[in-house]
């Protein structure tokens, strides 16, 4: 079951351990549309994914996997209006792909907006293994 977040808690780490950055640039893609692009750090190899649903039946799902860093989708800026939420899912145990996060609010989006959501860490890190810091500067 996916638990709900909201925008501002997207720059912290979950219960699950990840941390998931957004950036919206606005006035980026058409006027017309909204872009969502999904990135993972250079370090994630296991398979992430959001989709995005349009509201009105119909959903598509962007991933990131190995050396496929980054993915992206658009909606018509009206599409995202209809009171759906974006799922980010992660492959887990045996690699099923798992919704983790809901994600609503969609309609504060103004059309010609990127939204690029970047997935920066996907497990607690283990600072008894000597890890010291962690920095979430993204490399792609």
Known sequence: ???RVDWPSLNS???DGDMI???IEPDTVPPNTVEF???SASFITWWKGLAVPDGLGSSWEIWTQDNRKSDRISLW???VRNGQSLEFRKAKALGIHTGMYLLGGL?????GSRVTFRWLQDAQPDYQGGLT???TSLEI
């Open 1 to 3: 079951m996916s638990i």
């Open 13 to 15: 780490p979950t219960a």
């Open 21 to 23: 950055d957004v950036l």
């Open 37 to 39: 692009v999904l990135e």
């Open 77 to 79: 800026a009206d599409q």
């Open 107 to 111: 309609e504060r989006l103004a059309g």
């Open 133 to 135: 810091s962690f920095s």
